[in-house]
């Protein structure tokens, strides 16, 4: 399997970015982060990310919003929503707007690391 | 005629050789997506299933997530399948919503309110309201409307009140909130959570018509009794005391409350319901926060000359022929706490009702005279004869000398301990050995042994660990946070009537109480075995004990969590469309998630199994595998890096040395390690069932062969293997995945049907899952199918694992011959182990050769 190498997180909880990211950053993965949408727009609109990992609640727009975003942005890069709630309309909804997963916190980091890994290699982008 | 039309209908103009590798990339690409969803939908499910049954605590939080997870993985399977086959089954998105839709209605379904009444007074209350008032103000209003005993006057606060007032707050938002992310085996984040929540409940405004009516029914009361009675505020709580949970001692009740004070303590009482014990309580016997509504009833305070419990049955005993009486001066909900000392009467069951005095508090002045006693025991049996079960009842005697009931609910199941005969053996076994120490009251009966941990304060609640043995001064109710972690509970004062004794019953956690210097006695951290229904202590864990009393009762069954996991999972787990040869094998026909990942799977292995032919390209069609120059009953479909890169691909064979897949050669080696025995001895009417099914059932005709279901076949790349077999009649999937990560390290298998009849085609699979669970699979195991799963293991596992299974594969086809002579199973069997053994063997020494298949014949 590929892997890739550049990971955005937008997340609003400071914490939870410094910790994954250092996390992430040990497991050989460049990572960006972005506590608003439209910070992280602008990261995907660069061309940056390989994979996204969103999530649902932000300050500046629903996930959901964002999701639709940055799909339309960059219809191939897969994004994986993560949040702390558990709905299964909010996950159909997100699978419907072009997520490739939806995981719930708190997630082990080697899962977090395999979603990364199969969403980059099923999303077709590995290419 | 018209196979061969509809095939060549159906086959595409044939690409160019780029559009074609692209084309395939992207079927391959979505094949795998579908696999790995397939794969985590079925974990999934069994982990469900699994939970389900386990009677271990799960919440709403694991539900959801549970479902939300599954969920997602049957959608990408949908998707996936439509994509893979040009959107040809588009009619699955109907069938997936519709079964999610009927899903997410189970888990939100709410407990209804009955009644729009905020108040009823005493008179109008009796077991018909119980839907608005809760069980202990129902009964209460029964004991004095229908049975006319004395009860307090008053009235009752009702659920619909009550969630009027939580509406009005609206602080249940900001309480949802706060729970979801509390982790209840963190006392200190509980207790945080759970006094933070109180507050906000607490400091909430009553709704002022509410308010109104409150001092308006006061004020009626008031009239009644001809005096401003002070009043106690006590909880009702919705499905409290009900057949399945106590809920003992989970809320407050307030007394001598004012009439200025009646709101405050009204919202206290509400706000008890978030108490750290009744939130712990709640998680471990599955119920969800919102299935709990908060009835309240206000009663006229009883000037009390002595009060307390009785029990119309011994309460670890139903055939008990006592009426057991807990009696102490004053008004004492302390001996409910656990604080008081008291008087101990046993009044007998039947008439005339003589009157024994266990022991007396104060030997010069017993709370209650014989006569009294003998009164108390009468009302308590009319009681447990008017409810239906033994009753656990608080009342209080009046200045007047009236007897008066505050209270009474049923007395919880006596605890259980397993196979008594082999407890004695164990406990005479032990008659010589001098315990720590003897006597106190059996408040839980059973045997649990763990360090010992002494709880004086809260402080000392949070460094709780879990298995040890609970060691308390007093057995206050606060305590039963702790009863879920505790192996068992020593308290030096207390006894059965306390609401910790009745927590610890509810459990199975053995408690002993009433050992006065336990506390000096024992050290932190010196492990005891506790026998609570011998009433000892013994130094250490005296395993035979221990062994001979393992009982845990089942907490979840029949909670409103269990029972809606339960209702959730029938439209989940059934899995109906089994055959896929069957005119029934369509999406339309799809009830459940099971059968949508069954029918995803099945057609998305057809999709593959057709490309090459549909498309008209030579390379990813179905190729038949050359053994030794000889061409073999199998076929290969190479869906990406299965076969040497400079494998000769011209031709429509390929030979066993052009394959690289490392789960294909790990079955292939498995089906050719040992080589075939030959036809055991078959006895005449073995083979005549055989022949006389196949006659019957045309599916089972070897000569009939549609296209794909005919073949036995393997779909293969360097890393993924599946493998479809029909051989002897049995229909048999194996599937296996090998990677670095382990979401994608797997073995599932199938097998099912087959010739024979009812009974050996069931004995079959036992013995095949016998053999399975030997091996470290998980066998689930329906009438005559029988699936097996191992999943997110190393590679060198999983593939000493294939092997073996390739064995069986072919080997256990001869079972069937053999199913009806018990010695020839027996020594089969031992033949297939030993096998099994060599072959693991073999396998640690590395010998990587791959021989030839088994020379079988091939139906």
């Known amino acids: ?127 | 005629m018209l196979d061969f039309l509809a095939r060549l209908f159906r086959t595409r103009p044939r690409l160019a050789p780029e559009a074609l590798q692209s084309a395939f990339r992207e079927h391959y690409r979505n094949f795998r997506a579908l696999i790995t969803a397939n794969n985590n939908a079925l974990e999934l499910m069994s982990l469900a299933e699994e939970t389900l049954h386990s009677g271990k605590p799960f919440g709403m939080a694991f539900v959801r997530g549970e479902l939300t997870a599954l969920t997602v993985n049957v959608y990408k399977m949908v998707h996936s399948l439509v994509a893979l086959s040009d959107g040809r089954y588009q009619a699955l998105h109907e069938r997936f919503r519709h079964i999610t839709e009927a899903i997410e209605a189970i888990l939100s379904r709410q407990p209804e309110v009955t009644g729009g009444a905020h108040c009823l007074t005493m008179a109008q209350i009796d077991r018909r309201v119980i839907d608005q008032v809760g069980p202990k103000m129902a009964n209460l209003g029964e004991i004095g409307n229908r049975l006319g005993l004395t009860v307090p006057d008053g009235f009752a606060i009702t659920a619909a009140a009550s969630r009027y007032f939580m509406e009005s707050s609206r602080v249940q938002d900001e309480i949802n909130r706060r729970l979801k992310t509390l982790d209840v085996d963190n006392l200190e984040d509980l207790y945080l959570v759970s006094s933070a929540i109180q507050e906000l409940i607490r400091s909430a405004p009553l709704p002022e018509d509410l308010d109104g009516m409150i001092r308006d029914q006061y004020d009626r009361l008031a009239r009644r009794l001809g005096t401003q009675p002070t009043v106690s505020v006590r909880s009702s709580a919705l499905g409290e005391d009900s057949q399945h949970g106590s809920f003992a001692g989970q809320y407050r009740t307030r007394l001598n409350v004012a009439a200025a004070a009646i709101a405050d303590a009204y919202k206290e009482i509400v706000a008890s319901k978030y108490l750290s014990q009744a939130i712990v309580y709640r998680q471990q016997r599955g119920y969800r926060h919102q299935d709990v509504l908060m009835g309240v009833g206000c009663l006229a305070m009883v000037e009390a000359v002595c009060s307390g419990v009785a029990y119309s049955r011994a309460p670890e005993d139903e055939h008990s022929p006592w009426v057991v009486i807990h009696a102490a001066t004053g008004l004492g909900h302390h001996i409910v706490d656990g604080s008081a000392a008291y008087d101990l009467l046993h009044v007998q069951v039947e008439a005339p009702h003589g009157v024994e005095t266990v022991h007396l508090a104060d030997p010069q002045r017993p709370c209650l005279t014989e006569a009294l006693a003998r009164e108390l025991a009468r009302q308590a049996l009319r009681i447990e004869d008017h409810f239906g079960t033994p009753q656990d009842i608080e009342w209080a005697l009046d200045p007047g000398g009236r007897l008066v009931i505050l209270q009474a609910r049923p007395i919880g199941a006596p605890s259980k301990e397993a196979s008594p005969p082999r407890l004695q053996a164990a406990r005479d076994r032990l008659a010589g050995e001098t315990p720590l120490l003897a006597g106190g009251v059996t408040a839980s009966r059973g045997v649990g042994a763990g360090a010992v941990f002494k709880v004086t304060c809260a402080v000392d609640a949070l460094n709780f660990p879990q298995g040890a043995v609970l060691l308390v001064d007093t057995p206050y109710p606060e305590w039963a946070v702790l009863i879920n972690k505790a192996a068992a509970v020593i308290s030096e004062s207390g006894q059965s009537a306390t609401h910790l004794a009745t927590v610890a019953r509810e459990f199975g956690v053995p408690a002993l109480f009433d050992l006065p210097g336990a506390m000096k006695q024992l050290e932190n951290g010196q492990d005891v075995t506790v026998d609570a229904t011998a009433r000892r202590v013994y130094a250490g864990r005296v395993e035979p004990l221990l062994e001979a009393a393992r009982h845990r009762p089942n907490l979840m069954q029949g909670s409103p969590i269990h029972k809606l996991l339960e209702e959730a999972l029938a439209l989940i787990t059934p899995l109906r469309l089994t055959d896929p040869n069957s005119p029934y094998f369509k999406p339309a026909a799809c009830r459940t998630l099971h059968d949508i990942t069954r029918f995803c799977h099945e057609k998305a292995l057809t999709e593959m199994f057709n490309f090459g032919h549909r498309y008209g390209a030579r390379d990813k069609s179905a190729k038949q595998l050359v053994v030794v120059n000889m061409p073999s009953q199998w076929w290969v479909i190479n869906l990406e890096d299965g076969f040497r890169p400079d494998a000769d691909l011209s031709t429509p064979f390929v030979r066993i040395e052009d394959i690289v897949s490392a789960p294909m050669l790990a079955i292939w080696k498995g089906m050719t390690a040992v080589p075939w025995a030959g036809p055991p001895p078959v006895s005449m009417r073995g083979l005549g069932a055989i022949i006389a099914q196949s006659t019957m059932n045309p599916q089972l005709d070897p000569a009939v062969r549609s296209r794909m279901a005919g073949r036995n076949y393997f779909l293969l790349s360097r890393n993924y293997c599946n493998l479809s077999v029909r051989l002897g009649y049995h229909f048999a999937l194996a599937e296996a995945s090998f990677s670095d990560l382990l979401t994608e390290s797997y073995v599932n298998f199938q097998f099912q049907g087959g010739a024979a009849d009812e009974r050996r085609r069931r004995r079959r699979v036992q013995l095949l899952g016998e053999l399975l669970r030997e091996i470290d699979f998980r066998v689930d195991i329906k009438g005559d199918s029988l699936t097996a799963r191992i999943e997110k293991r190393p590679v060198p596992y999983l593939k000493e694992r294939l092997v073996v299974l390739g064995h069986l594969l072919i080997h256990t086809r001869q079972v069937d011959m053999v199913m009806d002579e018990e010695g020839y199973i027996a020594r089969y069997l031992d033949k297939l182990r030993a096998d099994i053994a060599r072959i693991r063997q073999d396998l640690t020494e590395e010998n990587t050769t791959v021989g030839t298949p088994a020379q079988h014949p091939v139906d």
């Open chain 1, 1 to 127: 399997m590929e892997r890739p190498r550049n990971i955005l997180l937008i997340d609003d909880e400071e914490e939870f970015l410094a910790a994954m990211s250092r996390r992430l950053a040990r497991r050989d993965f460049e990572v960006r982060t972005a506590t608003r949408c439209a910070k992280g727009m602008a990261i995907v609109a660069a061309g940056w990310p390989q994979v996204v990992v969103l999530d649902v609640m932000l300050p500046d727009t629903d996930g959901m919003a964002c999701l639709a975003g940055i799909k339309q942005a960059a219809p191939r890069l897969p994004v994986i929503m993560l949040t702390g709630h558990a709905s299964m309309q909010a996950s159909l909804q997100g699978l419907e707007h072009g997520a490739s997963d939806y995981c719930l916190k708190p997630i082990a980091l080697d899962e977090l690391v395999e979603k990364i890994i199969i969403a980059f290699n099923e999303t077709g982008s590995a290419r």
